[in-house]
């Protein structure tokens, strides 16, 4: 019911906007507003395993900048290093980051609203320290590709790989044993541990879940804009939990889909391309998306408490 909710916001925003600007329905645009909303999904996607389990992950977007900024330093039009190795090391340091906050959570108790900022600040700090706070320019083209390229000329890659991300994640929720467990957890972890299911390994796999996302984002961007940046994921992780929790994932935990995030990340993605068509100047645009926040938390308690 939720979702259904969800999606007749987006298409009620959706006309409101096509009449607002007669930029807005042009080609260029709504290719460009797929491409944004690819990057903020698959971020999401990795956000709405944590949050099923009760959890949070503020680190995503400083995962993003620090994973692209080291996998983008092997692919330098000046390094002999193939397209795989650059890929391999960002996923790698999405996976550690992941990794840290998962046994942060899991097995030195930390929460994980601590651990994860902790993590942030230190991943946007090693990002800085990397470079010495310069970008990393001069990308091969077979890397660019990635990002700016399109699948027979017509439909960009990045939708391709965070709608196959989306699909699989879709899957493993909901098909398969493991997202039982993810749910078992979200929903009671007391009992979920009662039933003999090792609690802190599936906490452990979500926040790993998430910064492999994360790095998969960062990968997609710095392809995109050709350029890979110490600040590019900063602000990041609030949209992701806006969109997770605006397509109905309950930051109580227990509950939650992908498809519903994917309702999520399109308005997000059509609020802020909407705000830039009308001119919107970007310190509004924060406070409007500030507000939206509140409310979809907002939406969520109340929801959780008629449930109790």
């Known amino acids: 019911m939720l979702k259904f909710r969800v999606l007749i916001i987006f298409a009620v925003m959706f006309t409101a906007m096509s009449m607002m600007s007669p930029f807005f329905m042009t080609q260029a645009n709504l290719l460009n507003m797929a491409r944004q909303c690819s990057i903020n999904g698959l971020l999401a996607v990795g956000m709405t395993f944590v949050i099923i389990t009760g959890g949070i992950d503020l680190s995503v977007g400083s995962t993003l900048s620090l994973s692209a900024i080291i996998g983008c330093s092997f692919i330098r039009t000046d390094s002999g290093s193939p397209v795989i190795v650059c890929i391999a090391v960002t996923l790698a340091i999405g996976l550690a980051i992941g990794l840290a906050n998962g046994i942060m959570v899991a097995f030195c108790n930390i929460p994980a609203f601590i651990a994860t900022l902790g993590a942030s600040l230190a991943a946007a700090g090693a990002a800085l320290v990397f470079n010495n706070g310069a970008p990393i320019s001069n990308l091969k083209d077979s890397y660019n590709i990635i990002g700016a390229g399109k699948f027979a000329g017509v439909i960009p890659y990045p939708i391709i790989i965070f709608m196959a991300v989306l699909a699989v994640a879709s899957f493993v929720l909901k098909k398969t044993p493991y997202g039982r467990y993810v749910y078992a957890l979200g929903g009671n972890e007391k009992a979920a541990r009662a039933c003999g299911l090792n609690t802190n390994i599936l906490k452990v796999s ?52 992908t498809w519903g995030t994917l309702a999520g990340v399109l308005i997000i993605g059509l609020l802020r391309n909407g705000m830039t068509l009308l001119n919107i100047q970007s310190y509004f645009q924060s406070i409007i998306q500030g507000a939206i926040i509140v409310l979809a938390v907002l939406i969520d308690v109340n929801i959780a408490r008629r449930k109790n």
Request: aromatic residues 4%; contains cysteine; glycine residues 18%.
């Open 206 to 257: 979500v926040y790993v879940i998430a910064g492999l996302c994360a790095a998969m984002a960062g990968i997609v961007l710095s392809s995109r804009v050709k350029t890979a940046t110490a600040i590019a994921g900063q602000g990041y992780e609030m949209d992701a939990i806006a969109a997770a929790v605006l397509g109905g994932t309950s930051l109580s935990g227990g509950v939650g889909n």
